[in-house]
């Protein structure tokens, strides 16, 4: 994966950030909103794209177009940073290919361990019936 032109694909938008914070919040546009076009980028493949569509298919619009923002600090630069660090984080775990399973078999000694309690509890409760007399 190549993060220059990676990031040289994404759209930032500074826009007012909501909550408290006084006279500042009125003024100064901190929160970041980071745009990136799936549909449109030159940078991934079409498996790769067809990945990545499955992993953020609860947050890509109808255009194909993520947006992530972030108003965690009270500076936009130090938040188009972390909307960054997170946008390659996410692509980064959704590139990631799963391992797969290779099936295992029950051990010996679980097996006995699961008879020998199972033999156990079944003595126990044959213990608490009146004695029978024939």
């Given at each position: ?6 990031k040289s694909?994404?759209?930032?938008k500074?826009?007012?950030s ?5 006279q500042?919040v009125n003024k100064?546009?901190?929160?970041v909103?980071?745009y990136?076009?799936l549909e449109?980028?030159e ?5 790769e794209?067809e990945r990545l ?8 619009n109808?255009l ?6 972030s108003?965690?600090s009270?500076?936009?630069l ?9 946008f390659l ?10 391992k797969?399973?290779?099936p ?9 361990k ?9 003595e ?6 009146p004695?029978r007399?024939?």
């Amino acid at each position: 994966m190549d993060v220059e032109a990676l990031k040289s694909e994404l759209i930032y938008k500074a826009v007012r950030s909501s909550g408290s914070g006084g006279q500042n919040v009125n003024k100064v546009a901190t929160k970041v909103v980071l745009y990136f076009n799936l549909e449109s980028t030159e940078v991934f493949n079409h498996e790769e794209k067809e990945r990545l569509r499955v992993f953020f298919k609860n947050r890509l619009n109808k255009l194909g177009i993520l947006k992530l923002d972030s108003d965690e600090s009270r500076s936009q630069l130090r938040n188009k940073t972390l909307v960054t660090q997170r946008f390659l984080r996410l692509v980064e775990e959704g590139l990631k290919e799963d391992k797969e399973r290779k099936p295992t078999k029950v051990p010996k000694a679980v097996k006995q361990k699961r008879l020998e309690t199972k033999r156990k509890v079944s003595e126990k409760k044959a213990n608490r019936k009146p004695p029978r007399l024939d």
